[in-house]
């Protein structure tokens, strides 16, 4: 089988090219799991923790009481008492709010003349409302204890005020199933899959298909004692092998980095939906490779084609942020269904074939497109041999 | 002869089709694809009110106190919830369909429904929290104190607030600016790719073209100066073109300061050819390791820059500052986002000094490698 042993001389050296976009994949999946983690589960509620900073410029026992209240609802980060300091901090996220308690805050509030905490924020952020709500009901209930125990004391004060706040509401969560698949990070690995999967694709098969398309070597073959049916299928094997296991490969590396989620009914499907986007992605590469005319165009095209799709079709950014006419203008690509089929995917609870439904009918979809660049590829690729 | 060399080389440049498209168009497209990620996201963190249902049963009815403060809470200018009183099946159905973020069963003590974790729905159990806290204290104080219940049912009912709100900057917060600023650092530096160009142009040893050039009679920092001249009015071209189209097709704000904008991107363009430059001359292997070895550190650089994640800028700057420092990519960025958020701040002359310093430092190793070499055969 010569055409397919040369296929598979010509992917092998380039390997390392490939590479690189294996190891951006695991290196972004890696960064994403870490900020992340992994006990975000669904049957469970936890509080939100908003990231801010206190500075405080007197250390009492009412202070410490209310940085320790602060801290059911925040996580305290230390940043540097500068102007450009906090700036900065807020500028990134990093803290959503910086408060600062002044000097003679715990008298003002043992006297019932409390001073206000002054808090610096990101203007109308969401953050910074569980934060001001916290502090004012600190304040309430330090204000009611006050009122209620006039000789009460500092120590004593924000005891009870501190005992009362671990009072907490039950919280219920809803469609809690253990089948359904946890966490958010398993439909990122697989949405992610997409741009890696697509760019080695096209590189890989483009550049099989430069060899093949050059003038002289068009010429050599067709005088060659092999049919032509026998060169495509010889052909179209090597690269639904290359598909497979650069497919092989990415979807082991999506299932180890979410080992939890490994068994569920949710990621068979996911896998499913990663072999028919596979298909699509190959007959979008042999169209391309049909196309371009030269190595360094092979690499600003796919480049191009790789990245476009993946921005407008919620790959690096949730479909839900993308303006509606974007996403109109994604549908035109497989990357949209595929992502569009994940996010289903990762809502399913039912496994019968009504709550399959619409997942089966993108899997057609993307099957359609496979079909469609690869009849456009065979007319570009007839037209070509015609004219060489 | 110089203005000679000089627009031959620019109308070679001009008809190198790769360059043309690294150093111009892909950013362009970079840029765009930027653009139309990011635009919605920046309204990610403005507070709008939370969806709660409130289910209406019998033990609603028994705490009338409780649905009006959720009521006035949901009245105003600034409402804090968006509340719908409803039946529970109703009530599931919306949860399921995110419309509201979780709904309330009133009772002793009340429950709330989710269907997971998330800021909205920690606001909605703070508060319901703070109802049970209240009734706690008030308990507690109330049998110790009896005579205090008047004064603290007055205190509970002045919803007092205690935190003041102090503004730091006028200027608008959007870190989503910082992936432009990277991209414009990316920009800069993909102009190394116009350095190896002109160096293996009149490097003997890298290209027969070059080897040509080394025996006319023409010196041979002429030759090179022309060359090099040519590119940065190239790259600073394409530059200023992708500045135009971020600020006025894709609406990128980068303050109020033109020219010490066009200073940024100047200085930042020389950078970029000149670290070009300076790894073709010292990177003794093929074009292809010495493009490889560009992109790594144009790539890295705009990484840890915040190109692709905003935040990585910052977590470098506050936990490993020397890279920060060390890194062209950040300086470039960081002085753009001086510019906009600390108009014309030390930091930003900071960072003008440093990206000078490396374009000063690539051009005197660049001189030193590549002059006056003599071979003995090629």
Same mark, same amino acid.
């Given at each position: 089988?010569?055409?397919?042993?040369?296929?598979?001389?010509?992917?092998?050296?380039?390997?390392?090219?490939?590479?690189?976009?294996?190891?951006?994949?695991?290196?972004?999946?890696?960064?994403?799991?870490?900020?992340?983690?992994?006990?975000?589960?669904?049957?469970?509620?936890?509080?939100?923790?908003?990231?801010?900073?206190?500075?405080?410029?007197?250390?009492?026992?009412?202070?410490?009481?209310?940085?320790?209240?602060?801290?059911?609802?925040?996580?305290?980060?230390?940043?540097?008492?500068?102007?450009?300091?906090?700036?900065?901090?807020?500028?990134?996220?990093?803290?959503?709010?910086?408060?600062?308690?002044?000097?003679?805050?715990?008298?003002?509030?043992?006297?019932?003349?409390?001073?206000?905490?002054?808090?610096?924020?990101?203007?109308?952020?969401?953050?910074?409302?569980?934060?001001?709500?916290?502090?004012?009901?600190?304040?309430?209930?330090?204000?009611?204890?006050?009122?209620?125990?006039?000789?009460?004391?500092?120590?004593?004060?924000?005891?009870?005020?501190?005992?009362?706040?671990?009072?907490?509401?039950?919280?219920?969560?809803?469609?809690?199933?253990?089948?359904?698949?946890?966490?958010?990070?398993?439909?990122?690995?697989?949405?992610?899959?997409?741009?890696?999967?697509?760019?080695?694709?096209?590189?890989?098969?483009?550049?099989?298909?430069?060899?093949?398309?050059?003038?002289?070597?068009?010429?050599?073959?067709?005088?060659?004692?092999?049919?032509?049916?026998?060169?495509?299928?010889?052909?179209?094997?090597?690269?639904?092998?290359?598909?497979?296991?650069?497919?092989? &490969?990415?979807?082991? &590396?999506? &299932?180890?980095?979410?080992?939890?989620?490994?068994?569920?009914?949710?990621?068979?499907?996911?896998?499913?939906?990663?072999?028919?986007?596979?298909?699509?992605?190959?007959?979008?590469?042999?169209?391309?490779?049909?196309?371009?005319?030269?190595?360094?165009?092979?690499?600003?095209?796919?480049?191009?084609?790789?990245?476009?799709?993946?921005?407008?079709?919620?790959?690096?950014?949730?479909?839900?942020?993308?303006?509606?006419?974007?996403?109109?203008?994604?549908?035109?690509?497989?990357?949209?269904?595929?992502?569009?089929?994940?996010?289903?995917?990762?809502?399913?609870?039912?496994?019968?074939?009504?709550?399959?439904?619409?997942?089966?009918?993108?899997?057609?979809?993307?099957?359609?497109?496979?079909?469609?660049?690869?009849?456009?590829?065979?007319?570009?690729?007839?037209?070509?041999?015609?004219?060489? | 002869? @110089?203005?000679?060399?000089?627009?031959?080389?620019?109308?070679?440049?001009?008809?190198?089709?790769?360059?043309?498209?690294?150093?111009?168009?892909?950013?362009?497209?970079?840029?765009?694809?930027?653009?139309?990620?990011?635009?919605?996201?920046?309204?990610?963190?403005?507070?709008?009110?939370?969806?709660?249902?409130?289910?209406?049963?019998?033990?609603?009815?028994?705490?009338?106190?409780?649905?009006?403060?959720?009521?006035?809470?949901?009245?105003?200018?600034?409402?804090?919830?968006?509340?719908?009183?409803?039946?529970?099946?109703?009530?599931?159905?919306?949860?399921?369909?995110?419309?509201?973020?979780?709904?309330?069963?009133?009772?002793?003590?009340?429950?709330?429904?989710?269907?997971?974790?998330?800021?909205?729905?920690?606001?909605?159990?703070?508060?319901?929290?703070?109802?049970?806290?209240?009734?706690?204290?008030?308990?507690?104080?109330?049998?110790?104190?009896?005579?205090?219940?008047?004064?603290?049912?007055?205190?509970?009912?002045?919803?007092?607030?205690?935190?003041?709100?102090?503004?730091?900057?006028?200027?608008?917060?959007?870190?989503?600016?910082?992936?432009?600023?990277?991209?414009?650092?990316?920009?800069?530096?993909?102009?190394?790719?116009?350095?190896?160009?002109?160096?293996?142009?009149?490097?003997?040893?890298?290209?027969?073209?070059?080897?040509?050039?080394?025996?006319?009679?023409?010196?041979?920092?002429?030759?090179?100066?022309?060359?090099?001249?040519?590119?940065?009015?190239?790259?600073?071209?394409?530059?200023?073109?992708?500045?135009?189209?971020?600020?006025?097709?894709?609406?990128?704000? @980068?303050?109020?300061?033109?020219?010490?904008?066009?200073?940024?991107?100047?200085?930042?363009?020389?950078?970029?050819?000149?670290?070009?430059?300076?790894?073709?001359?010292?990177?003794?292997?093929?074009?292809?390791?010495?493009?490889?070895?560009?992109?790594?550190?144009?790539?890295?650089?705009?990484?840890?820059?915040?190109?692709?994640?905003?935040?990585?800028?910052?977590?470098?700057?506050?936990?490993?500052?020397?890279?920060?420092?060390?890194?062209?990519?950040?300086?470039?960025?960081?002085?753009?986002?001086?510019?906009?958020?600390?108009?014309?701040?030390?930091?930003?002359?900071?960072?003008?000094?440093?990206?000078?310093?490396?374009?000063?430092?690539?051009?005197?190793?660049?001189?030193?490698?590549?002059?006056?070499?003599?071979?003995?055969?090629?």
């Amino acid at each position: 089988m010569p055409v397919f042993n040369v296929s598979m001389k010509i992917i092998k050296k380039n390997i390392p090219i490939m590479l690189i976009y294996i190891f951006v994949f695991v290196m972004v999946s890696m960064i994403v799991k870490g900020i992340t983690g992994t006990d975000d589960s669904v049957s469970t509620f936890s509080d939100t923790l908003v990231p801010i900073a206190v500075l405080s410029e007197e250390n009492t026992m009412i202070t410490e009481g209310l940085i320790q209240a602060l801290s059911d609802v925040a996580t305290l980060v230390v940043i540097d008492d500068t102007r450009e300091s906090i700036q900065d901090a807020l500028f990134f996220r990093a803290v959503y709010m910086v408060v600062r308690i002044p000097e003679g805050y715990s008298d003002a509030v043992m006297n019932g003349n409390p001073i206000p905490l002054e808090t610096t924020t990101i203007p109308g952020s969401t953050e910074s409302v569980q934060v001001t709500l916290q502090m004012n009901q600190f304040m309430k209930l330090a204000e009611m204890y006050r009122i209620g125990t006039p000789d009460i004391n500092e120590e004593t004060l924000v005891n009870s005020v501190l005992e009362k706040l671990k009072n907490t509401t039950q919280v219920t969560v809803a469609k809690a199933n253990p089948e359904a698949i946890q966490g958010d990070l398993m439909p990122f690995f697989f949405n992610y899959l997409a741009y890696s999967y697509m760019f080695i694709m096209l590189l890989g098969v483009s550049t099989i298909m430069l060899v093949f398309n050059r003038k002289e070597i068009k010429w050599r073959n067709a005088c060659a004692p092999v049919t032509g049916l026998s060169k495509s299928l010889q052909f179209l094997l090597a690269n639904a092998i290359f598909a497979f296991c650069t497919g092989l &490969l990415l979807v082991i &590396l999506c &299932l180890a980095f979410d080992a939890r989620n490994i068994f569920k009914p949710n990621t068979l499907i996911f896998i499913l939906n990663a072999v028919v986007f596979g298909i699509s992605v190959l007959g979008l590469s042999f169209l391309v490779g049909n196309l371009v005319k030269g190595r360094e165009a092979i690499s600003a095209v796919a480049n191009i084609i790789t990245l476009s799709s993946c921005f407008l079709s919620g790959v690096f950014v949730p479909q839900a942020f993308l303006a509606e006419s974007v996403l109109r203008v994604a549908s035109f690509f497989p990357t949209y269904w595929y992502v569009k089929a994940n996010t289903l995917i990762a809502n399913l609870t039912h496994f019968d074939f009504a709550s399959l439904s619409e997942v089966l009918g993108i899997f057609l979809i993307e099957l359609g497109f496979a079909a469609a660049f690869l009849a456009v590829s065979l007319a570009v690729g007839k037209r070509s041999s015609q004219r060489a | 002869m @110089f203005l000679h060399n000089f627009t031959y080389r620019v109308k070679c440049l001009l008809r190198q089709k790769s360059l043309v498209f690294w150093t111009m168009i892909f950013p362009i497209a970079l840029a765009t694809f930027f653009y139309i990620a990011l635009s919605n996201i920046r309204t990610i963190d403005e507070f709008s009110p939370i969806g709660v249902a409130l289910i209406d049963n019998e033990a609603l009815s028994a705490q009338p106190a409780f649905k009006e403060t959720l009521q006035q809470l949901a009245e105003g200018e600034r409402p804090l919830f968006d509340l719908t009183v409803s039946d529970e099946s109703a009530a599931l159905e919306m949860l399921k369909d995110y419309e509201i973020s979780g709904f309330i069963k009133a009772g002793v003590t009340p429950e709330l429904v989710v269907l997971g974790s998330g800021l909205n729905q920690s606001i909605l159990k703070n508060f319901l929290d703070q109802y049970s806290q209240n009734a706690a204290a008030i308990t507690e104080i109330v049998s110790m104190n009896p005579e205090a219940l008047p004064a603290l049912l007055e205190s509970l009912s002045m919803s007092q607030n205690h935190v003041v709100e102090k503004g730091i900057t006028e200027k608008p917060m959007n870190p989503m600016v910082i992936y432009f600023y990277a991209l414009i650092a990316m920009a800069c530096l993909y102009g190394s790719m116009y350095g190896l160009e002109e160096v293996n142009r009149v490097q003997a040893n890298l290209s027969t073209k070059a080897a040509r050039i080394n025996i006319a009679p023409v010196h041979k920092l002429k030759v090179f100066t022309a060359g090099v001249l040519a590119a940065l009015l190239m790259h600073f071209s394409g530059l200023l073109i992708l500045l135009a189209y971020m600020h006025f097709v894709l609406g990128v704000a @980068f303050g109020d300061h033109l020219i010490q904008l066009l200073v940024v991107i100047f200085v930042g363009s020389i950078m970029g050819i000149s670290l070009g430059t300076f790894i073709s001359a010292v990177v003794k292997k093929s074009e292809g390791v010495k493009i490889a070895v560009v992109l790594v550190v144009s790539m890295l650089g705009s990484f840890l820059a915040g190109m692709n994640i905003a935040e990585v800028k910052y977590y470098i700057a506050e936990n490993l500052p020397i890279i920060g420092y060390l890194n062209p990519a950040t300086l470039l960025s960081d002085a753009l986002y001086a510019l906009y958020y600390y108009d014309f701040s030390i930091r930003f002359f900071i960072n003008i000094a440093g990206m000078s310093l490396y374009s000063l430092l690539f051009c005197t190793l660049t001189y030193f490698i590549i002059r006056g070499r003599k071979y003995a055969s090629l």
